[in-house]
């Protein structure tokens, strides 16, 4: 059994080649069970999350623990790993980091949202949230939306860590700006990444424009929000899988509060990916893909990991 370990999981699974992957996989038949959730203690905060799935050829399974008071730690709220097998034999094949791997499949299923939905002449990236996750999202959208000239960082609960990340990327030549009126940065943005675990939500229905493109990353449980369930009211909304119709607060409130019902999901990932021209939409449209994450992701980012070679090291 081969083991890949972050760096070489990272490698394996640059946007360019991911994003890709994923577009493909999302179409192709598979079997991909509920996720199972098991809340670890009496506060319901930490959890482990168990996520199978299989095809023909390949048969995995991801170990998730989430535990957000890390953060006062000083260490990652997310630790996992993901175990690949041959799917006719079951022989275990690989032993992949599955944080690397969750945080680039994210980032990538997100990114390619926004590939699908978002206006092709967006110019300016409200990134909100810092960690593991976010810290990422700036390469996975520069992949698919290469007119984005400005990206603004913001974090309601670690100033600093927005501030940090946007001089990293800076100090990478990207035009990025830590935002400390998160307000007011929601207005400027054509596109905005929410990837917290906020339990109450951190974007206003009232701060968005007209026209805005949003991929809610954080929320996978109903007690977690990021945004206003009214936002989606007015907003046209897709989901990367059905699941999120139960897991996500942002989805779970607004059914419960009647600003939305199951019609108005417009469309699944695996449904939005088979089209061949651009989805079209109107001027003042506001679009929202809420992504949950599911197995078949991680299948599909664990398999990219197997069957690629690592690309030659920069020197």
């Known amino acids: 059994m081969q083991y890949f370990d972050a760096a070489q999981t990272a490698r394996r699974l640059d946007y360019e080649s991911l994003i890709p992957a994923l577009r493909s996989g999302m179409t192709a038949d598979a079997v991909v ?3 199972q959730h098991y809340s670890l203690d009496d506060g319901k905060e930490a959890t482990l999350l168990v996520m199978p799935a299989w095809n023909r050829e390949f048969l995995g399974v991801k170990l998730v623990d989430v535990f957000p008071r890390n953060a006062e730690r000083g260490m990652p709220a997310l630790s996992s790993a993901y175990v690949l097998a041959e799917g006719a034999t079951g022989t275990h094949l690989a032993l992949i980091d599955g944080g690397e791997l969750t945080r680039r499949r994210t980032v990538g299923t997100a990114a390619l949202g926004a590939s699908l939905l978002s206006r092709e002449d967006s110019r300016v990236h409200l990134i909100v949230g810092t960690g593991h996750i976010g810290s990422a999202v700036h390469d996975a959208y520069a992949a698919v ?3 984005i000239e400005t990206t603004l960082v913001a974090d309601p609960y670690n100033p600093e860590g927005a501030r940090a990340l946007a001089r990293a990327l800076a100090e990478r030549g990207v035009n990025a700006v830590a935002a400390g009126d998160l307000q007011a940065a ?3 943005a054509d596109i905005i990444t929410t990837c917290t675990l906020a339990r109450e939500p951190v974007l206003r229905d009232a701060w968005i424009a007209p026209g805005t493109h949003l991929d809610l990353i954080g ?3 109903p007690d977690m929000h990021e945004v206003e369930s009214s936002l989606l009211g007015r907003s046209t909304v897709f989901i990367d899988h059905d699941a999120a119709r139960t897991e996500a607060g942002e ?5 419960a509060e009647g600003v939305l019902t199951g019609e108005d999901i417009a469309a699944t ?3 939005l990916c088979p089209r061949t021209n651009p989805r079209p939409r109107a001027d003042d449209e506001i679009t929202v893909f809420k992504t949950v994450g599911t197995g ?3 299948l599909i980012a664990a398999v990219t990991v197997y069957v690629s070679t690592d690309p030659p090291l920069e020197r």
């Open 33 to 35: 069970p509920p996720r």
């Open 296 to 298: 078949l992701a991680d």
């Open 269 to 271: 990932l695996p449904e």
């Open 251 to 255: 989805l779970v409130s607004g059914f």
């Open 145 to 147: 939306r290469g007119g």
């Open 219 to 221: 929320s996978f449980r």
């Open 186 to 188: 929601a207005g400027q």
